[in-house]
């Protein structure tokens, strides 16, 4: 299926193409009780992918979380640990929004 998005190029190369095209959004919601949650919004399309990422953001930032609906959440304010984290998996820093 890759080879169809990318025509042909290397895995490794597409896959550094799609993260360029993302456009991430993290922002922080107030659920009830007074909780936070942080929402990342524009990693994948893809669920497996997603799943990898959000582990990957929760071991770091050794805080629970789910993925819902093609978005991480992730429980308690990490914005801005969620975004050095993204920029070290790859994702350009100028494509990550943090909405204050």
């Known amino acids: 299926m890759a080879d169809n998005l990318c025509g042909g190029l290397p895995?490794?190369?597409c896959e550094q193409l799609n993260k360029e095209e993302q456009f991430?959004?993290?922002?922080?919601?107030?659920r009830r009780?007074?909780?936070?949650?942080?929402?990342?919004e524009g990693v994948s399309t893809d669920e497996l992918e997603l799943k990898k990422i959000a582990s990957e953001l929760k071991s770091k930032l050794a805080?629970?979380?789910?993925?819902?609906?093609?978005r991480?959440?992730?429980q308690g304010d990490h914005?801005?640990?969620a975004r050095d984290l993204l920029v070290?998996?790859?994702?350009?820093?100028?494509?990550?929004?943090?909405?204050?």
């Not at 009780?33 to 990342?40: A, D, H, M, R, S």
């Open 24 to 30: 991430i959004k993290i922002k922080l919601e107030k």
């Open 63 to 70: 805080a629970g979380g789910t993925v819902k609906n093609g």
């Open 88 to 100: 070290k998996l790859g994702f350009p820093e100028s494509n990550i929004m943090v909405i204050e």
């Open 72 to 74: 991480i959440e992730i």
């Open 11 to 13: 895995p490794e190369i």
């Open 33 to 40: 009780y007074g909780k936070e949650v942080t929402v990342i």
């Open 79 to 81: 914005r801005d640990k």
